[in-house]
């Protein structure tokens, strides 16, 4: 697998928003196939462009229909040094954590269609052993953006000592996975910019659910089998964004109990070790 740090992606986005106003519009999935995600095999060869663009689709890709605007929306990100920025904030992660390489691909996020009263999302991000996806609005700050990537490539390095094979991923170490991410962002960058769902619940409502629907499923494998658990769903037992809640504050509790720690050291510690130190201690079965 080659690495190459921060890839040069407004390169192919301006080439797919050029052959799509070439052919105004038409067949602009296929191009956003072809350009953008037929690449990606160089990292992951198994893994066909159509399942990366809906697996990318999924994480906030723009939308093909959306190249009209792709052009202007990478003019300013390149005005305000995003593809800079995130290569000189990763080289600084690297060194402070003791980190993997990783390639790191930014796109510009989509457009949502948002339900009255929700707020627009400005950016996201996914993470894979090796490489880091981030999808960014052009208005974001300087520190939104270290933000995110501090979040994005915290899980690199997890994902690069657990060694494990998506499927192979227990919830235990998910829920671990994005609270050490969201961690590293208050500890890196101050508690301004942590996600807002840290504190969408009270300590004795998530316990609750915790002991309830989490302590039994701990050992459920398989990344796919965790999103009910992590994002949570109208009309279930978990609400929204419980497993995110739940993975911070166990983190959380973890480092007030134990810490502070040296750089990089937090993230080495086993999901068992740092469950048992929180405030959501349990006795882990080994079936």
């Given amino acids: 697998m080659g690495y190459l740090s921060v890839i040069q992606t407004y390169d192919w986005l301006y080439k797919f928003a050029e052959l799509c106003e070439e052919q105004s519009g038409k067949n602009s999935s296929y191009m956003q196939r072809e ?66 390489k990783a390639s790191i691909y930014i796109f510009p996020l989509k457009k949502a269609s948002l339900k009255s009263g929700e707020q627009m999302p400005n950016k996201n991000g996914v993470a894979y052993k090796g490489a880091i996806f981030l999808f960014l609005s052009a208005e974001l700050t300087i520190e939104e953006i270290k933000a995110l990537l501090a979040h994005e490539y915290n899980h690199v390095c997890r994902l690069n000592l657990l060694d494990l094979a998506p499927d192979k991923i227990p919830l235990k170490d998910s829920l671990i996975i994005e609270g050490l991410g969201e961690y590293a962002v208050k500890d890196l960058y101050g508690k301004k910019f942590l996600a807002p769902w840290i504190n969408l619940y009270s300590h004795e409502d998530a316990i609750n659910i915790w002991k309830k629907h989490f302590i039994p499923s701990l050992n459920v494998l398989g990344v796919n089998n965790h999103h009910l658990f992590l994002y949570g769903k109208m009309r279930s037992p978990f609400p929204k964004w419980i497993g995110y809640h739940i993975g911070f504050q166990i983190v959380n509790t973890y480092q007030k109990k134990h810490g502070p720690f040296p750089n990089g ?19 882990l079965s080994d079936n």
Wanted: proline share 6%; aromatic share 12%; charged share 25%.
């Fill in 35 to 100: 350009i953008i995600c037929r690449p990606l095999m160089k990292l992951f060869p198994k893994i066909t462009p159509e399942v990366w663009q809906y697996e990318l689709l999924g994480h906030g890709l723009f939308e093909s229909d959306e190249w009209i605007n792709i052009a202007s929306t990478v003019k300013e990100m390149e005005v305000q040094n995003v593809w800079g920025i995130v290569k000189q904030e990763y080289r600084f992660l690297r060194k402070l954590w003791n980190g993997p």
């Fill in 265 to 283: 050291e937090l993230y080495t510690k086993s999901s068992e070790e740092i469950i048992a130190g929180s405030k959501f201690p349990i006795m």
